[in-house]
Each structure stands twice: as structure tokens, then as C-alpha cells.
Nanobody, 121 residues
Framework: QVQLVESGGGLVQAGGSLRLSCATS????????MGWHRQAPGKQRELVAT???????NYEDFVKGRFTISRDNAKNTVYLQMNSLKPEDTAVYYC???????????????WGQGTQVTVSS
């Protein structure tokens, strides 16, 4: 069973920083892309950033220049460094991993349980 466990959320003032972590555990062959999404109250879940197994990154415009996604393939862990936080960044942040459980298997997306990030003005 593949599991993703997030940590690092919390309450921070506007302009502050937080670092989220998401560790993947369980039996698997390989993790392809990993990423972070977020969902604010009353809104749909939206993509924040992604990173391939080779380290290529992609960011949504609303976090470019403020957030940095990275990963440690040896630890099957993805990170999200969030700087210059704004009140509109308040949301539950979810990590995801696209996992191949076996060499010939299809990629399956797994999700973390979510971690709350609250930015006060």
C-alpha cells in the first residue's frame, strides 16, 4: 500500500515562509511526477507546482517567483518552499505522486491527506 504523508503546514503572517514536506512510503517500483495542489474553502482544488523524476519543474503563475518545488528521489519525498506568503494562499495543500508499483504497471496517482496552510493579514 502506497501512502503519502505531509507535514509542515501551519499559521504564518503575510510575507512569511513555510516549507511543506511529503514522504511516500510503501512498496513501489518508481515515482514519476510529483506535485502539489491546494484547495481553498468554497473553491475547487487547483494545481500549484509539479516536478518530474528528472527534476524539471512547472509552476502556476500565481506562485511563480515565490514557491519552489523540489524532491529527494532517494527519500521519495517532495518539498514545497513557500516564501512571501499572501492571505490568498490560505488553503489545504495536497501532495501527489504518480507511482509505478511494478515495472510493467500503469502509473497511478496517489494523494496525501492534506495539510492546512493559513496566512494571516
Amino acid at each position: 500500500q502506497v501512502q503519502l504523508v505531509e507535514s509542515g503546514g501551519g499559521l504564518v503572517q503575510a510575507g512569511g515562509s513555510l516549507r511543506l514536506s511529503c514522504a511516500t512510503s510503501g512498496s513501489l517500483f518508481k515515482i514519476n511526477a510529483m506535485g502539489w495542489h491546494r484547495q481553498a474553502p468554497g473553491k475547487q482544488r487547483e494545481l500549484v507546482a509539479t516536478i518530474t523524476s528528472g527534476g524539471r519543474t512547472n509552476y502556476e503563475d500565481f506562485v511563480k517567483g515565490r514557491f519552489t518545488i523540489s524532491r529527494d528521489n532517494a527519500k521519495n519525498t517532495v518539498y514545497l518552499q513557500m516564501n512571501s506568503l499572501k492571505p490568498e494562499d490560505t488553503a489545504v495543500y495536497y501532495c501527489n505522486a504518480d507511482v509505478l508499483k511494478f515495472y510493467f504497471s500503469d502509473s497511478v496517482r496517489y494523494w496525501g491527506q492534506g495539510t492546512q496552510v493559513t496566512v494571516s493579514s
